[in-house]
Structure formats: C-alpha cells, structure tokens
C-alpha cells in the first residue's frame, strides 16, 4: 500500500471477501476504481521448532496422539484399565499457545455465535472497525482459541479414557502464564471442571535463616473448581521445591503438607520418586527439582509413619462436604495465580481493601458462569448447586468492568429470590465480546451495585465454622470435622454440635480434650495444645467413649552422656566418637563428622529401681528422624515434633540398653564432597558438588563450598518422664 510493505495496523476502508474468486491459483477479480489494495492471502502453517508436537486444538490430532499412548497399555496390561490402572494423567500445560488450527473457523462461529471470516485481517494489523469492535473481537478470539483448548485437549481426552474404563486428571487449570495472548481470556474453574480429580500443586521455599517463608500454593482454585462441579478428590502435585537436594525431610515437609491440606487438597502425588538403578551410586541420579522420595533418600527406611500421616488425612479429609460460607463471583474469566498459605491475604485486598481482617476466618468458593448459569439455584435465601454444595451469600467482585450479560441477568434473579447478593468493585459498563448483548447491562447493573455492605452483613450474619488462631478447614457429613493447624495453646470456637474428640494423625491416637464447654449461643469452646509444626483434627459425634490424655509423667531423669556414636560405614566419618554431652554433629572438630549424612547410631544406658507404669522418653531436639531401641526392641520411629514416645512396656528393672539411630538428609555430604577431589568424593551423583563459593550458581545444580550445613543428629536433653 503506497509502496509500504508493513500494513500493519493501517486502518481498511473496506474489506472484499475473495475465496469465491479463486480459480487454479488465480484470482478472478477486478478491483473497484479509486483507493489503494492490498491483497491478504490467510493461511496457517506449524510453530517454527514445534513440529513434533501435538495439536492441542485439533480433535483429532489429540485422538491420534491418545491412541499412540494407549495402544501400548491395551496390548501389555489390558486386564489392568480402570483396576490397577485408574487415571491417566496430564501436567500442566508449559508449551506455546497456537492461534489456529484446522477447523477452528467452524468452532469459533459455534462458540462465539458469528462467523470469524469478515474479522480475519484484524488478526493481520488492519483496522476494520472502531477500536471498541476491535477489542472485542479480538476477546472473542482469544476467548474462543482458548475454549478450543479446552474442548478438543483436555475434554477429548477425558471422553477417551473413560471410553477405555479409565478416569482422568490434569493440571489444567495452570499456574497459566496470564497475559491477555495467552490464557488470560480463559476460565480457569471451567478448564479444572472437566477432569474427574482436578489437580493443582504446592512448593516448598524453606530457608533456615528465614523461617517466615511458607512456600507457595496452587490449590485454593483447584479446590473450588472440586467443589462447585461435584469432584471429591482434589488432587495435588506435592513437595515440589528447588531448594537444595535431598535438603528435606519429614517434619519439615509436614509443616507445608499441612497447609496444602488446609487449602483444600486431599489427594497428593508425591514430588518425585525417580528411577536411579544402583551402577549410578548413591545418591544417584535426581530430577532437577524434587523433593526426592526414591529408595535413595537416607530417610527411605524410617518414612512408613510420615506415609501413613498423609494417608489418615487425606482419608480424613474426603468426608462428607466442605463448609463454606460464601461464594464468590469474579466474571467470565475467572483466576488465581500463585499465593502463600493465607490466601484471604492475597485474595480480599479487593474485598473492602482492608484485607483479611475483615472477613477472616470465612470461607469462600469461587463460582464461574458455566455453573452460575447451569447448575445453581436459591432455596429458602440459600445458593445451593448441583454439586451439593450450599452458601449463605454471592460477593461480585469482578476483575473486569466487563461481564456477561446472561450472568449478570442470572444473579439478579437470584436476589430477587432472596439469596443475599453484594457487589463491590468494577461495576460493568459493557460486556466483553461481539456475540453478547451490550444493552442491558448498564440497566442489571444498576439494580445490582446498590451500595449493600458485606462487611456489615457477614459480621451480624455469617457465622465462621471455627475461630481462633489456627489455621482451619471444615468438613460435614453426618457429624462435623476439623483440621486445625498451628502452634501453642489456644482457645478455639467451633460452629458445632455433640461431644469433641481429638484424632491425633501422627499416631492414629484419639482422645478428649481436657478443657472444653457448651457457649450460650450453642457452638463448642474447646482449649487445644499443639506443638511446633502441629496439626489435629476435631471430630464432634453425638456419642464419645474417649477420655482425656494422661498429663505427662511428674518424675523426670536425664539420660547423661557419656554417649558412644557410631557412623554409618562408608561415609566418611570415623566408626564411632564419645560425646559427654549432646551436641550438633556439624560443630564437631572432626571434618567427616561435621559432614556425614545417613545414620548416626546414639547409644546408653538406663538403670531403674523399678519397673515404671508410665516411661516417655522426650528429646530436645532430632535432626532429623530418629528409630527408637529399647533392649534391643523397636519402639517408636519419630519424625516429627514433639518427639517423644512412650517406652514403659519395654522397659525392666535393672540396666536398661538404649539405642537412638538419627538420620539426617545427604545435604551436609554432598557439601562436604565439594572440598574433595574427584576421587575422593563419597557422593555419587548428577548433582554437581563444586570447589567453589555460591556466587551466581544456581541452588538447584548442586552443592558449592560455602552452603551452609544443616544440623546434624542429636542436640541438648533426652530425658526419661516417668511414674
């Protein structure tokens, strides 16, 4: 155009539809006098660098690529498809977005409700239409690109593994990257709905100098998306970090496991267990990120009770229904990104702009149009779904001014059907594509934003399922539950009836708590010890046969040194050191044993008078897990605070053997490898282990001579409380 070879967003006077006009590669078409043309020939072709991967907008393609996968498990397990094999899995989705396909003309007009052909040079830089049309449209591609997405990957995909008797799940809800060309016309609750066990994740961001990190979570959409669609699993991909290697073990991954479940999450696949045969040496080969579980882990052997820990909870946590106590509305393309552990921190900063005092502890799910539209009614000034799932509220708080007609329309009739409805930021101005509506919204809108206070409302009429300084989340079925996650002695108010007991999961114990009382207004006080890293549940029957726990013991012996240690063989360290007194192996003068990794066998004696009924044997502090030996019997493994364990029945008058065998993780090894030469190493592994200082290598590749060593072994008191 004007001998211009960009066009790019040149404004076009008019637009002249030539498909018609082809004939053996020819156009037959004379152009009307006057004004400059430019001819655009529109087609599409592979990503540069992409040509083995799938069409994920292509139906067909996925078909394709979904029969590759499964005809080898038809052929080699077919009696194993929905028995031994019950999911087939997809990650997250990390690739590039294409913005064409065969057949997405056809799918856009159904989706969008108008042909795409006349709006096709608007995708190529020209201006066919007032800047408003423009951006809508392109919302509508974008928004139709994206529910193709949806459609012909993530749903194909379920359709054929339950045609083959197998469920599905996915990450396909994100973490997204959120700009507007890539998923941010996407409903993310919509994406998560069509799996039969939606699955977020969480990391682990642990730093000994700075114990205020939590880590960081994508599980509270997840969880919303289970709830609202009627999916009782919420799946998690668990204990991801790339904090240093083999740098974790079970206490610490309790305390972010424990908030996971907080969140909502009840189902955890494990982050990760890697193949490393054993010509690869120990500890192996690794994913770059971990955590690592393989039979390589120096914990391996000691990890059956933190297992069986997370087991008892997610069991726990899958029944009956969760509690909430609002539902909240964001618009047509509902999000959450990444947060920390106190989501309402990261989420109400629009609720009011006061943050989490304001609400807080309510609970909220998020609902999209999908549901809102479909599967929600009001009962008795109640929004119940489909799902089961019952609130006392809708919150609107878009994050557009921009929403659909038909779902504004849809909550306006529920207010008038008696549901509470408060609408806060954003009141609409119009909706966001060509294919809707736009007349009607100014009109909804008013009826809408009346200016009602949610704060007011939710203090004088929501009443929270629990409060006080633990974390929590809530379940009902036939009785209530809680899981409360914290630390020290708090007083904790419960929105439920009949009688409490404390299921402890660490030890599968239960017991009543030893102070609680019936208030006036009928909710349950109940007075709750937990220590650091701590977590119970709280189940109210109508019925209880428990008693409280037993007070510890009132006589009190320490176990003095000196204590014998002996190291595992093949590690570094000298078989065995004296020690008078129990202290971090890392301050130790001995370089081998200030960097050992693996078990570290304690051993003493204990001599009684008598037999006592009652003997717990307390530690001031274990890094990291320690297996408990009395006379040569098994008692406890412990792997978590407050680390103690009764040893009584084990016990006899006289000379009592005493043997601790602490394991710690092979973090200090490895960093003791870097100041070796190659064939001095006692580590072997893809890890790198280098003579030098941190500087700007990255954490994840492996261990340099300046980190810093983790505590080691056993540390201040073992004490014996008997009576």
């Given at each position: 155009i004007?001998?211009?070879?960009?066009?790019?967003?040149?404004?076009?006077?008019?637009?002249?539809?030539?498909?018609?006009?082809?004939?053996?590669?020819?156009?037959?078409?004379?152009?009307?006098?006057?004004?400059?043309?430019?001819?655009?020939?529109?087609?599409?072709?592979?990503?540069?660098?992409?040509?083995?991967?799938?069409?994920?907008?292509?139906?067909?393609?996925?078909?394709?690529?979904?029969?590759?996968?499964?005809?080898?498990?038809?052929?080699?397990?077919?009696?194993?498809?929905?028995?031994?094999?019950?999911?087939?899995?997809?990650?997250?989705?990390?690739?590039?977005?294409?913005?064409?396909?065969?057949?997405?003309?056809?799918?856009?007009?159904?989706?969008?409700?108008?042909?795409?052909?006349?709006?096709?040079?608007?995708?190529?830089?020209?201006?066919?239409?007032?800047?408003?049309?423009?951006?809508?449209?392109?919302?509508?591609?974008?928004?139709?690109?994206?529910?193709?997405?949806?459609?012909?990957l993530?749903?194909?995909?379920?359709?054929?593994?339950?045609?083959?008797?197998?469920?599905?799940?996915?990450?396909?809800?994100?973490?997204?990257?959120?700009?507007?060309?890539?998923?941010?016309?996407?409903?993310?609750?919509?994406?998560?709905?069509?799996?039969?066990?939606?699955?977020?994740?969480?990391?682990?961001?642990?730093?000994?100098?700075?114990?205020?990190?939590?880590?960081?979570?994508?599980?509270?959409?997840?969880?919303?998306?289970?709830?609202?669609?009627?999916?009782?699993?919420?799946?998690?991909?668990?204990?991801?970090?790339?904090?240093?290697?083999?740098?974790?073990?079970?206490?610490?991954?309790?305390?972010?496991?424990?908030?996971?479940?907080?969140?909502?999450?009840?189902?955890?696949?494990?982050?990760?267990?890697?193949?490393?045969?054993?010509?690869?040496?120990?500890?192996?080969i690794?994913?770059?990120?971990?955590?690592?579980?393989?039979?390589?882990?120096?914990?391996?052997?000691?990890?059956?009770?933190?297992?069986?820990?997370?087991?008892?909870?997610q069991?726990?946590?899958?029944?009956?229904?969760?509690?909430?106590?609002?539902?909240?509305?964001?618009?047509?393309?509902?999000?959450?990104?990444?947060?920390?552990?106190?989501?309402?921190?990261?989420?109400?900063?629009?609720?009011?702009?006061?943050?989490?005092?304001?609400?807080?502890?309510?609970?909220?799910?998020?609902?999209?149009?999908?549901?809102?539209?479909g599967?929600?009614?009001?009962?008795?000034?109640?929004?119940?779904?489909?799902?089961?799932?019952?609130?006392?509220?809708?919150?609107?708080?878009?994050?557009?001014?921009?929403?659909?007609?038909?779902?504004?329309?849809?909550?306006?009739?529920?207010?008038?059907?008696?549901?509470?409805?408060?609408?806060?930021?954003?009141?609409?101005?119009?909706?966001a594509?060509?294919?809707?509506?736009?007349?009607?919204?100014?009109?909804?809108?008013?009826?809408?934003?009346?200016?009602?206070?949610?704060?007011?409302?939710?203090?004088?009429?929501?009443?929270?399922?629990?409060?006080?300084?633990?974390?929590?989340?809530?379940?009902?079925?036939?009785?209530?539950l809680?899981?409360?996650?914290?630390?020290?002695?708090?007083?904790?108010?419960?929105?439920?009836?009949g009688?409490?007991?404390?299921?402890?999961?660490?030890?599968?114990?239960?017991?009543?708590?030893?102070?609680?009382?019936?208030?006036?207004?009928?909710?349950t006080?109940?007075?709750?010890?937990?220590?650091?890293?701590?977590?119970?549940?709280?189940?109210?029957?109508?019925?209880s046969?428990?008693?409280?726990?037993?007070?510890?013991?009132?006589?009190?012996?320490?176990?003095?040194?000196?204590?014998?240690v002996?190291?595992?063989?093949?590690?570094?360290?000298?078989?065995?050191?004296?020690?008078?007194?129990?202290?971090?192996?890392?301050?130790?003068?001995?370089?081998?044993?200030?960097?050992?990794?693996?078990?570290?066998?304690?051993?003493?004696?204990?001599?009684?008078?008598?037999?006592?009924?009652?003997?717990?044997?307390?530690?001031?502090?274990?890094?990291?897990?320690?297996?408990?030996?009395?006379?040569?019997?098994?008692?406890?493994?412990?792997?978590?605070?407050?680390?103690?364990?009764?040893?009584?029945?084990?016990?006899?008058?006289?000379?009592?053997?005493?043997?601790?065998?602490?394991?710690?993780?092979?973090r200090?090894?490895?960093i003791?490898?870097?100041?070796?030469?190659p064939?001095?190493?006692?580590?072997?592994?893809?890890?790198?282990?280098?003579?030098?200082?941190?500087?700007?290598?990255?954490?994840?590749?492996?261990?340099?001579?300046?980190?810093?060593?983790?505590?080691?072994?056993?540390?201040?008191?073992?004490?014996?409380?008997?009576?």
């Open positions: 004007n001998g211009e070879s960009n066009a790019l967003f040149r404004k076009a006077l008019s637009v002249v539809d030539l498909s018609d006009r082809i004939r053996e590669g020819k156009i037959n078409w004379k152009a009307p006098e006057g004004g400059n043309w430019c001819i655009l020939q529109i087609s599409y072709t592979l990503l540069k660098g992409r040509d083995y991967d799938v069409d994920i907008l292509d139906k067909n393609a996925v078909t394709a690529h979904y029969n590759r996968f499964i005809k080898e498990f038809k052929k080699r397990f077919p009696q194993a498809l929905g028995k031994t094999i019950s999911h087939f899995y997809n990650v997250s989705w990390e690739g590039s977005v294409p913005t064409w396909s065969h057949g997405f003309d056809a799918f856009f007009k159904k989706d969008r409700g108008y042909d795409i052909r006349k709006w096709l040079p608007a995708l190529c830089g020209f201006k066919i239409s007032s800047d408003e049309e423009y951006d809508r449209f392109i919302t509508d591609f974008r928004r139709a690109r994206n529910n193709c997405f949806r459609e012909n993530y749903k194909t995909l379920g359709d054929l593994a339950h045609s083959d008797g197998v469920k599905w799940h996915s990450e396909s809800g994100g973490p997204w990257v959120r700009k507007p060309q890539v998923f941010g016309e996407a409903d993310q609750l919509s994406f998560l709905g069509l799996n039969d066990m939606p699955q977020g994740e969480f990391w682990e961001d642990f730093d000994y100098d700075d114990p205020k990190k939590e880590g960081r979570y994508l599980i509270r959409p997840i969880a919303s998306a289970a709830r609202i669609y009627g999916k009782k699993l919420v799946a998690q991909e668990a204990f991801t970090h790339m904090q240093g290697h083999w740098s974790m073990y079970p206490s610490l991954l309790k305390f972010f496991g424990d908030k996971s479940f907080i969140l909502g999450a009840n189902f955890s696949i494990l982050h990760t267990f890697t193949s490393s045969p054993d010509k690869y040496g120990l500890p192996g690794e994913y770059f990120s971990g955590t690592h579980f393989n039979r390589n882990v120096t914990w391996h052997k000691q990890s059956a009770e933190f297992i069986r820990y997370i087991a008892r909870c069991y726990m946590l899958r029944y009956g229904n969760p509690r909430s106590d609002f539902c909240l509305y964001e618009g047509d393309v509902p999000y959450d990104h990444w947060y920390g552990q106190n989501y309402w921190n990261g989420k109400i900063h629009r609720m009011g702009k006061k943050g989490a005092d304001k609400f807080y502890p309510l609970k909220f799910d998020t609902i999209n149009n999908e549901i809102l539209l599967a929600a009614r009001v009962e008795n000034g109640l929004l119940k779904l489909d799902s089961g799932m019952t609130y006392k509220a809708l919150y609107v708080d878009l994050l557009s001014d921009k929403v659909s007609p038909a779902a504004l329309k849809r909550i306006l009739e529920f207010k008038k059907a008696g549901l509470p409805v408060f609408c806060n930021n954003n009141k609409p101005t119009s909706c594509g060509l294919g809707e509506n736009n007349e009607a919204i100014a009109d909804i809108a008013d009826n809408l934003w009346d200016g009602a206070d949610f704060g007011k409302f939710a203090k004088e009429k929501l009443t929270p399922s629990c409060e006080g300084d633990f974390e929590y989340i809530a379940r009902r079925g036939e009785n209530d809680f899981f409360l996650v914290g630390q020290g002695r708090k007083k904790i108010i419960f929105d439920a009836k009688i409490p007991e404390l299921w402890n999961a660490v030890d599968g114990s239960r017991c009543a708590p030893d102070k609680w009382r019936r208030l006036d207004d009928g909710r006080e109940i007075e709750l010890s937990l220590p650091k890293h701590g977590s119970i549940f709280v189940v109210f029957a109508d019925k046969r428990a008693t409280p726990a037993l007070p510890a013991p009132k006589n009190s012996m320490e176990i003095c040194g000196p204590w014998s002996s190291f595992q063989k093949g590690r570094g360290a000298p078989d065995k050191i004296i020690m008078d007194s129990l202290v971090d192996l890392t301050k130790h003068g001995d370089f081998g044993v200030r960097h050992f990794s693996g078990e570290a066998s304690y051993s003493n004696t204990i001599k009684l008078d008598a037999i006592p009924s009652r003997a717990e044997l307390t530690f001031d502090e274990v890094n990291n897990l320690a297996e408990i030996y009395v006379n040569g019997e098994k008692a406890a493994i412990l792997w978590t605070y407050p680390f103690k364990c009764d040893i009584a029945k084990y016990l006899k008058k006289g000379s009592n053997t005493l043997e601790i065998k602490v394991v710690n993780t092979w200090n090894r490895l003791g490898d870097c100041h070796m030469p064939d001095k190493k006692i580590t072997k592994s893809n890890v790198r282990t280098r003579n030098c200082k941190r500087d700007k290598q990255t954490i994840f590749s492996g261990y340099c001579i300046d980190d810093p060593l983790y505590p080691s072994g056993l540390a201040g008191k073992v004490k014996l409380l008997y009576e």
